[in-house]
């Protein structure tokens, strides 16, 4: 019998300030919902690579197709990403999915800068073909894709919000729906929650566009999408 | 047999600038990855309530523990929700979950602004208990949250990035591990691909720590947490 079912925690924030710092770090990361699951890939001005783990890539706007992520301040983990993306204005996002789950974790050790995560954890470097493109996205990934830097906007806590512009997609043309939908479970990606927790999703289908005085519609055939 | 098995597309961004409007926005909101699913409750400073679905609330940090959200260009269909939360500083996430979605979905309609989403779908004002608090959350939902008007940043296409601190969290007891991750699937938090792909998830475990010359460990009882 389970105690705790049915109980509720309610905190504030003289609560949590209180806490141990990864506790309240585990916590906190938590808290936004499920997060996408990417490999950002960089390169230095010489060609190194450098492959790091991202869970707050959002989507910003699609004329032009602009994406936000969040990275920590330079010093932390990600500081070799930052540095690439600033110096040569290039970064992939690759689709993290169950086959490499583990090795895009791995990412996140702090490997010196002369190391390539690529080499470290095992996953191929992947250029898109006929045009010119220097950072490496993940040969093991069912989608990827290539931006360029749009702007760096400091955030309060030291955070940089990294705007970047779409420039290509490569993806499986068996997850594209009719509609312009990208099955991206089909697909294989994965979802995180907190630091740590990795989750494959199952659809409950997807909605028609809201209306006033309609109730919203359920499709199942989502590769047939939604007629406009 | 399906013939495009294996099969690959590749876009370049002359490609979807051709494309309609709507199935560009499909794509384009599918391809960072599997988004939160989140009420955003706010009130006007005559306690008109309004409530907003939003699949772009990211973790920016947990001291001080801050969540970031896009918002489209006021005179979108959020606009209620960006004025509110201008003008009193104040706005509540609420978890969407299996029980709710459709009802969640459906406040993306254009209500008339003197019109509650919270009446216009039936979903439940909620107010946190023994603290001066007016923006409502959702009752049904299992996990809610408070937060407090931080920065209100502008992007490069018009959209605003609005930085809000955390206030007070109301959660169930039982998805709280000992180490602080939260099992939001226990919770029965949902996640979304694109514009209108609702998921449930499945755990495949958490990971420990990534360090350099040490794999990663997987645990099943995420309850029971890492030990720092």
């Not at 990827?144 to 309060?156: A, V």
């Not at 940089?160 to 068996?174: G, H, I, K, S």
Request: charged share 20%; hydrophobic share 35%.
């Amino acid at each position: 019998m389970n105690e705790n079912k049915n109980k509720r925690s309610f905190w504030i924030s003289t609560d949590w300030e209180q806490w141990p710092e990864r506790e309240r770090a585990r916590t906190m990361n938590s808290l936004s919902g499920f997060k996408s699951a990417n490999l950002v890939g960089t390169s230095d001005k010489h060609g190194l690579s450098n492959l790091s783990m991202v869970s707050s890539v959002v989507h910003l706007g699609s004329s032009p197709a602009l994406l936000g992520m969040v990275l920590r301040p330079p010093g932390a983990n990600n500081a070799h990403t930052y540095k690439n993306l600033i110096s040569t204005g290039q970064c992939t996002y690759s689709h993290v999915n169950e086959a490499i789950f583990l090795k895009a974790h791995q990412c996140s050790a702090r490997y010196p800068k002369e190391v390539s995560e690529f080499d470290a954890v095992g996953l191929t470097p992947w250029l898109p073909p006929g045009i010119d493109w220097q950072a490496p996205a993940v040969a093991e990934a069912n989608i990827r894709m290539g931006l360029q830097l749009s702007e760096d906007i400091p955030l309060p806590n030291g955070c940089r919000f990294m705007v970047c512009a779409l420039q290509w997609v490569e993806l499986p043309t068996d997850a594209c729906a009719s509609d312009g939908y990208i099955a991206i479970d089909q697909a294989e990606s994965l979802t995180i929650s907190g630091l740590d927790g990795y989750h494959q999703t199952t659809s409950l289908g997807r909605l028609s566009y809201a209306k006033v005085d309609q109730p919203v519609q359920v499709i199942t055939d989502r590769l047939k999408g939604w007629e406009d």
